[in-house]
């Protein structure tokens, strides 16, 4: 088969390439060290792809998690449309965070409701661990954890490639529109900040909020991070 992924330069793109190129012929699509030059902004009309069996779609921007809205959403709707009219199965990598409140998720579920017409598959996954930027750092003595009693939810590696495998081998899922979500687990928030720590210190919610909210006006990784604080709060599976 031959499996067009998008985001490739990522931690999760980059394993799914290296996981697929075993067995399939993989076409990236991305702005550098890609097959073809293709971007979230870019018309699809011209792309080479019309050929390929499935397309993997990762790519999104988190540069500024609220100004690169029409960016992600717009993109999406994009190569959606162009899977749809060259009949291509199109998996559309969602995340629980659409569940949330925050910048982020509601990108992720415009997205979503915005490509429901063309009959494309939605996958929602959870933190993947091993890729995490707070996972590099586990091994750190000293630890601060906001106090929350909210939950971060997990996908591992094994179980989303297992998922995403079993898709591409059977595309006759796309003749309807469906979604589906791969959690493998879930951790309280507090233990998950705190894993592997000796010393811990909790920060109240009100106080990360209010230095966030200080910073945020002239800081976008302030910015960034209080949504994905946001994200964390508000993210519920039924």
């Not at 629980?96 to 929602?124: C, M, P, T, W």
Request: charged fraction near 25%.
């Amino acid at each position: 088969m031959k499996i067009a992924i998008t985001g490739s330069s990522g931690h999760i793109g980059s394993e799914l390439k290296k996981v697929f190129s075993r067995e399939h012929e993989v076409v990236t699509l991305g702005r550098r060290n890609s097959d073809l030059i293709w971007t979230l902004g870019a018309y699809t009309d011209d792309l080479e792809i019309a050929e390929v069996d499935a397309i993997l779609h990762l790519a999104w921007s988190t540069r500024d998690r609220a100004g690169d809205f029409d960016l992600n959403v717009g993109g999406t709707i994009r190569l959606a449309q162009f899977a749809h009219t060259n009949k291509i199965p199109f998996l559309f990598f969602s995340s629980v965070a659409a569940l949330s409140n925050s910048h982020y998720g509601n990108s992720k579920k415009a997205a979503e409701i915005s490509i429901q017409d063309f009959d494309s598959y939605i996958l929602r996954i959870g933190l993947v661990k091993e890729f995490s930027y707070i996972n590099k750092y586990k091994s750190r003595f000293f630890g601060i954890s906001p106090n929350l009693k909210s939950h971060v939810y997990l996908t591992e590696m094994k179980d989303l490639l297992k998922f995403v495998s079993e898709w591409v081998e059977n595309t006759d899922k796309t003749k309807h529109m469906k979604l589906s979500t791969v959690v493998t687990s879930k951790m309280n928030a507090k233990e998950f900040f705190f894993e592997h720590k000796l010393l811990r210190i909790c920060v109240s919610d009100w106080a990360i909020n209010a230095g966030l909210w200080i910073l945020s006006p002239f800081s976008l990784r302030a910015r960034n991070l209080m949504d994905a604080y946001m994200s964390l709060k508000t993210t519920r599976l039924n």
